[in-house]
């Protein structure tokens, strides 16, 4: 059984549904598969610890994605030879595109 947990969510979604749609059929199956059909829907501890650790691997990875996503965007940054705002922006008839606010500063 080792090697099909990662279809269980599906399998237990699907179970659900048969469960939902057609309950009578849902216990002829169960009653003869001998597999106690309440059981089914309780997590075990065993199983939200590890849900819980794979959620904060899954955000340890996420983290030092964005961190090296933002180390490659400043380095990009740093190798570009844009003056970023040493004039003033103005659109085609002359008026800047800038608030007066900012403008005076």
């Not at 309780?42 to 955000?59: D, F, G, I, M, Y």
Request: proline share 4%; glycine share 4%.
């Amino acid at each position: 059984m080792e090697h099909f947990k990662g279809c269980s969510a599906k399998v237990h979604l699907i179970l659900r549904r048969i469960r939902q749609k057609r309950p009578k059929s849902y216990a002829v199956a169960f009653g003869s598969a001998e597999i106690m059909p309440d059981r089914m829907e309780t997590a075990s501890p065993a199983n939200l610890a590890e849900r819980a650790t794979r959620k904060r691997h899954a955000l340890e990875r996420q983290a030092k994605v964005m961190a090296q996503f933002k180390q490659q965007q400043n380095s990009f940054l740093e190798n570009q030879n844009f003056d970023w705002g040493g004039d003033v922006l103005s659109d085609s008839d002359g008026e800047s595109i800038l608030p007066a606010e900012e403008m005076k500063e």
